[in-house]
């Protein structure tokens, strides 16, 4: 099966900074990759995607890149705020296949500091 | 209008218990999910249902037992809980297999 590796386990930045997180798959059939954010005792909520006929994707502080010849992707978050506090999880998966299944990274505790 | 519910949102129980947490979802999705998050965060994938049709199976102790009465529902029932059970239990789900997925609000299981 797939195994998803993301890098750092903790991230600590300074409000205002960039933060960026690295995950890797080894399946070069994973063709859907998204991140999410879990909030302290909430739910994990999607943030953004990107599939693997886009090479990056932007929703304005936050982007996403792929680099499907080495096999990771990134999550890039520009001018941090306290808010964006949280663990951050990437997935790599075969969307649409019949065996198709999100693979979690293990998560990146990111706080912001004020 | 929740998209994604999930009960109890707390669940404290004895070890030796038997319980429920009940799942249901409002998008129209083919696939439920359940997923197991530790005290470490990692996201284990426990079940996954398609139009109630079983398609994962993780390993999972027999003690749990996954029940879909129809597309919209997944329970998950728990035998002789024990203390490693202990965690939040997210339930969650997509349109299709391998798709974006909505998760439930979890539910937060103690056992003494």
């Known amino acids: 099966g797939e195994n998803v590796e993301q890098h750092p386990s903790t991230l600590s930045v300074q409000e205002g900074d960039s933060a960026v997180i690295k995950c890797t798959y080894s399946d070069s059939a994973s063709n859907y990759f998204p991140w999410y954010k879990q909030e302290l005792g909430k739910r994990p909520q999607l943030i953004i995607d990107i599939r693997s006929n886009v090479g990056e994707k932007k929703d304005q502080r936050i982007a996403v890149t792929l680099n499907k010849t080495a096999k990771h992707f990134s999550l890039h978050i520009t001018e941090t705020q306290p808010e964006d506090s949280a663990v951050y999880f990437c997935?790599?998966?075969?969307?649409?296949?019949?065996?198709?299944?999100?693979?979690f990274g293990r998560g990146t505790q990111l706080t912001v500091w004020p | 209008d929740t998209a994604v519910s999930q009960t109890p949102k707390y669940l404290v129980t004895q070890m030796g218990n038997d319980k429920s947490i009940k799942c249901e979802q409002n998008?129209?999705?083919?696939?439920m999910y359940w997923y197991k998050q530790d005290s470490k965060k990692f996201l284990k994938i426990m079940f996954s249902y398609n139009n109630k049709e079983l398609i994962i199976n993780e390993t999972v102790p027999n003690r749990f037992s996954p029940k879909s009465p129809d597309k919209a529902h997944l329970n998950l029932h728990i035998n002789s809980l024990e203390l490693g059970d202990s965690a939040v239990y997210f339930c969650?789900?997509?349109?299709?297999?391998?798709?974006?997925?909505?998760f439930g609000s979890g539910t937060q299981l103690s056992v003494l």
């Open positions: 998008l129209g999705h083919d696939t």
């Open positions: 969650a789900s997509s349109q299709g297999r391998g798709e974006k997925l909505f």
């Open positions: 997935a790599a998966s075969k969307e649409g296949s019949t065996l198709g299944r999100l693979y």
